[in-house]
Nanobody, 128 residues
């Protein structure tokens, strides 16, 4: 089993930055995991934000391109999401997701159903 724990959320003002972290524990990934971030705002469906494949391929939602950046430390089984130029519409609960086997192809990284493990989420609130 794998447990994912997000941290780094909080209340910030528009234009500020935040860095979210996702720590994986339990089963050790073999370096082929795909890590991703999703978010869910009140009354809305969960939406894809960013993903990073084990081979280095990345995918971003259009709404965050140029502002958010995903990275990972495979040795530590962690993934981070650097969020810059935050906007009020970025307010949501942010979830980390992982698929450890490396089976997700680049074109499918935005699909939530591809991921086997999810964290509990961390709240990000961006005020005007």
């Amino acid at each position: 089993q794998v447990q994912l724990a997000e941290s780094g959320g909080g209340l910030v003002q528009a234009g500020d930055s935040l860095r979210l972290s996702c720590a994986a524990s339990g089963r050790t990934f073999n370096g082929r995991a795909t890590m991703a971030w999703f978010r869910q705002a009140p009354g809305k469906e969960r939406e894809f934000i960013a993903a990073l494949r084990w081979s280095g391929g990345t995918s971003y939602a259009d709404s965050v391109k140029g502002r958010f950046s995903i990275s990972r430390d495979s040795a530590k089984n962690t993934a981070t999401l650097q969020m810059n130029s935050l906007k009020p519409e970025d307010t949501a609960v942010y979830y980390c997701a992982a698929e450890p086997s490396g089976r997700i192809i680049l074109s499918a990284m935005s699909l939530s159903g591809q991921y086997d493990y999810w964290g509990q989420g961390t709240q990000v609130t961006v005020s005007e």
